[in-house]
């Protein structure tokens, strides 16, 4: 890290100034900080540059905090992808089963034409007896 911060010092020294760029270094602990840092060239009135004038803003936290936030991004994406795939299953078991219903129903109404047609033609009465009531009553030809 020295030798970078020796070879920007460098630079700015012969008139490339760093602004606002975003740097790790490491701390006391060897804890990883974050430093948006600036450096200029000084200049003496005759315009000269005679040295170079710096700062360093800790923005650890902040860091810190677009991880976190980075991380929750994916997390949520995860999420949104799992759930997507789980919607598009059940729909895809929806649409059978709305598939099957379709075929059911046109098969009972083959049943219930079939079973009119031979109420209608029968020459003989038909009757429906409901047990439970214990009554019975005439199916009438249409």
């Given amino acids: 890290m020295a030798e970078q911060f020796w070879a920007d010092d460098q630079k700015v020294i012969r008139g490339e100034p760093v602004i606002n760029r975003e740097e790790f270094v490491l701390d006391e602990q060897g804890r990883k900080c974050w430093l948006l840092t600036s450096k200029l060239p000084l200049r003496d009135q005759a315009g000269k540059i005679i040295g170079l004038v710096g700062i360093g803003r800790n923005i650890t936290e902040r860091k810190q905090a677009e991880e976190a936030l980075r991380q929750s991004h994916d997390e949520l994406e ?6 997507t795939a789980e919607l598009a299953g059940a729909n895809a078991i929806l649409q ?10 046109l098969v009972l109404d083959r049943e219930r ?30």
């Fill in 96 to 105: 059978q089963q709305i598939a099957e219903r379709k075929r059911i129903e």
């Fill in 78 to 83: 995860k999420r949104v992808t799992e759930r």
């Fill in 113 to 142: 034409l079939l079973l009119r047609t031979l109420v209608d033609n029968l020459p003989d009465a038909i009757y429906a007896k409901d047990t439970a009531a214990g009554r019975r009553w005439p199916i009438p030809p249409t």
